[in-house]
């Protein structure tokens, strides 16, 4: 049987995986998710909510998502539209969510967790459209066919020896 994956055994393995390499640690604990980037005396944080093993998996994915130039950036940069979005702000939101949430998904079932699609909209209109939701299923698998980016295959790697015991992770079969 393997392993589940919790928030501290992920903070050891991040850590360990990419602290000196890339001058970037996981942090759990915080109110909201962020990333701050690495200063002359401080590494570059990865801070996700709480103790959830899921955020610190979904901030882990856009951290490996995020090129050079962007990891200099809060957030990376990133725009953030709250809660309560329109149907266009989701629209915008999910197309730039594709590839971190399929990446999520990946570095999930290497960590022997379920994986929960995101529309991270509560208060505004609709849920998880059916073209995002096909959109990351799509992505995910062409990230097992394709591969991955070095940072990316590093953390799933380590993921999948911690976790799987040498089982092999296979792709999605279907949309979650």
């Known amino acids: 049987m393997e392993a589940k994956a919790d928030a501290e055994a992920l903070i050891a393995l991040f850590n360990q995986t990419f602290a000196d390499s890339e001058n970037t640690i996981l942090v759990g604990g ?35 998502v995020a090129g050079a130039e962007r990891r200099k950036l809060h957030d990376f940069g990133y725009w953030y539209e709250p809660d309560g979005r329109s149907a266009e702000q989701q629209r915008l939101f999910e197309q730039v969510e594709v590839k971190p949430q399929a990446l999520e998904w990946m570095f999930s079932l290497a960590a022997g ?39 990316s295959q590093r953390f799933f790697q380590a993921l ?17």
């Open 30 to 64: 915080g109110a909201e998710p962020e990333y701050l980037p690495a200063t002359d005396i401080e590494p570059a944080r990865i801070i996700f909510r709480e103790d959830y093993a899921a955020s610190a998996l979904h901030e882990i994915a856009h951290w490996c």
């Open 113 to 151: 967790m379920k994986f929960h699609l995101s529309a991270d909209n509560l208060g505004g209109e609709g849920g998880v459209s059916d073209s995002f939701r096909q959109a990351v299923f799509v992505q995910c698998r062409r990230n097992f066919l394709d591969g991955v980016a070095e940072r």
């Open 160 to 176: 999948k020896n911690r976790f799987q015991a040498g089982n092999e992770v296979l792709p999605p079969e279907q949309p979650c």
